[in-house]
């Protein structure tokens, strides 16, 4: 395997030394695109939230810090990942204001209209099936509740082979069950928020 595909991979699913090593480097080159994402959506200081795809554990981190009295959930499919956002995030995880599991986006174990916020930050273009996996989004987040996705332009045109345009990606999000969709974009990264 080509090493350009490893770090792919490694990115997608960390595994071993490698992994710890990518979730450490995603953490830090994130961090500000995090902070911009999170500044478009109303979080509250008793919301239920989810990150999906939390990696290294930093967006928990950062949510941690906004809120005071909720309670945030991050999933990642990667066991090394769940290990290292747990450890990141230690004094959360034992007090249960972050809450860590290994899930897969296909079928998040939750139940219908459970969160406020949802965030996915540089991972849709990693879900085996974008346009299910929207509807799956949908069906755990409450009424009036809001799914924030954001990730970096020329990533999304590498890995996505559809809605690799603001207008497609809009246009899922309504079909999949969203009343309206706001989108923030700069010249490198997009933000959508998609509003149940």
């Not at 995603?26 to 695109?33: D, F, L, R």
């Not at 999170?38 to 950062?62: A, F, R």
Request: charged share 25%; glycine share 6%; aromatic share 10%.
């Amino acid at each position: 395997m080509k090493l350009l595909d490893e770090l792919i991979e490694q990115a997608k699913n960390p595994r071993g030394w490698l992994g710890k090593t990518m979730l450490n480097i995603m953490n830090q080159a994130h961090n500000k695109m995090t902070v911009w994402g999170l500044e478009k959506v109303q979080l509250k200081d008793k919301d239920v939230i989810l990150d999906i795809g939390c990696g290294g554990g930093q967006t928990l981190k950062i949510l941690s810090s906004l809120i005071s009295n909720g309670t945030i959930y991050g999933v990642d499919y990667s066991e090394k990942a769940v290990a290292t956002s747990t450890d990141k995030n230690w004094k959360d995880v034992k007090s249960k204001k972050i809450i860590v599991k290994q899930a897969d986006v296909t079928s998040l174990p939750f139940p219908e209209d459970f969160f406020d916020i949802i965030t996915a930050f540089q991972t849709h273009y990693f879900w085996p099936d974008l346009k299910n996996n929207i509807v799956e989004v949908n069906r755990i987040l409450k009424q009036g509740g809001q799914f924030l996705l954001v990730a970096e332009l020329y990533k999304i045109n590498y890995h996505m082979k559809e809605y690799k345009t603001v207008e497609t990606l809009k246009e899922l999000f309504l079909r999949s069950g969203f009343s309206t969709v706001t989108v923030s974009q700069t010249k490198t990264q997009l933000c959508m928020v998609g509003e149940k």
